[in-house]
């Protein structure tokens, strides 16, 4: 049930957007554990002209860039497992995009189990109540 929220410094084509859902879909449920037919990716195409790392445009640099966070349950993950996410992430990353700014980022956010869900029910309901 995790949702990805992704930005890439780059530009969009169709293909590019297939491969790196395909990517986060594979890398989110071998490492992190989470179930593929739970988890959405949402990407954002933003212009190199528009995306500025230390004052200069990633057109500028002539470098790719993304961000993205995943939320997951608090307490689901050991930080060995977010560590070598991250790692895995950032090479998947170069391997799509290409050269990429060191200034890219993942984001792995540990929410409340009370605090977080899809389809009405809380993730500390469905853990309380399963198969409801």
Same mark, same amino acid.
């Given at each position: ?10 530009? /969009? #084509? ?5 491969? $790196?859902?395909?990517?986060? @879909? *594979?890398? #989110?449920?071998?490492? @992190?554990?989470? /179930?593929? =037919?739970?988890?959405?990716?949402? $990407?954002?195409?933003? +212009?190199? &002209? +528009? ?11 002539? @470098? ?11 307490? #689901?993950? #050991?930080?060995? *497992?977010? %560590?070598?996410? $991250? %790692? *895995? %992430? ?5 391997? @799509?995009?290409?050269?990429? !700014? !060191? ?5 792995? *956010? =540990?929410?409340? %189990? ?12 469905? &853990?309380? &109540?399963?198969?409801?």
């Amino acid at each position: 049930m995790p949702i990805l929220n992704v930005k890439i410094g780059a530009p /969009r #084509t169709t293909e590019l957007s297939a491969r $790196i859902n395909e990517m986060l @879909l *594979e890398l #989110t449920s071998r490492v @992190l554990g989470k /179930r593929r =037919d739970l988890t959405a990716v949402v $990407i954002d195409y933003v +212009d190199p &002209h +528009d995306w500025f790392v230390a004052g200069k445009s990633l057109a500028e640099h002539q @470098l790719a860039s993304f961000y993205f966070d995943v939320k997951v349950v608090d307490e #689901t993950n #050991t930080k060995a *497992e977010k %560590a070598r996410y $991250i %790692a *895995e %992430a950032f090479e998947g990353f170069a391997a @799509l995009l290409g050269p990429l !700014h !060191h200034e890219s980022y993942v984001h792995v *956010e =540990d929410v409340r %189990a009370a605090a977080y869900g899809f389809g009405g029910k809380t993730q500390e309901f469905r &853990h309380q &109540h399963p198969g409801a």
